[in-house]
């Protein structure tokens, strides 16, 4: 049984910083390019970043370019958020996804959200202005 699994998420102020992780069970972790995406209250959900099966790619939403850092550690079957400079517009459910990329090239990567094969329940962040 596939899980992922989310953590990290909490209460922050804006300008502070949080580091989410989500942890993949039940699959080949190193076959999957990974993404994050967030949806606010009332709101469609969108994507933050995602990076590629091997690592060395990645790409994130204009709205948080430069704040944010995605990584991943296939040894620990875990990918990260490291998420600066936070603003109150940042406030949202964050989902951890994977995307099925075995047969893609190792810098392959999509923004996706029907691209992607396996989803986390998400971690809430709240950032008070």
């Known amino acids: 049984q596939v899980q992922l699994v989310e953590s990290g998420g909490g209460l922050v102020q804006a300008g502070g910083s949080l580091s989410l992780s989500c942890v993949g069970s039940?699959?080949?972790?190193?076959?999957?390019?990974w993404g994050w995406f967030r949806q606010a209250a009332g709101k469609e959900r969108v994507f933050v970043a995602t990076?590629?099966?091997?690592?060395?790619?990645?790409y994130y939403a204009d709205s948080v370019k430069g704040r944010v850092t995605v990584s991943r550690d296939n040894a620990k079957n875990t990918v990260y958020l490291q998420m600066d400079s936070l603003k109150p517009e940042d406030t949202a459910v964050y989902y951890c996804?994977?995307?099925?990329?075995?047969?893609?090239?190792?810098?392959?990567?999509?923004?996706?959200?029907?691209?992607?094969?396996?989803w986390g329940q998400g971690t809430q962040v709240t950032v008070s202005s």
């Open positions: 996804a994977a995307d099925f990329a075995l047969y893609r090239s190792g810098s392959y990567y999509s923004p996706q959200p029907a691209t992607y094969n396996y």
């Open positions: 039940g699959l080949a972790f190193d076959q999957y390019a």
């Open positions: 990076i590629s099966r091997s690592g060395g790619s990645a």
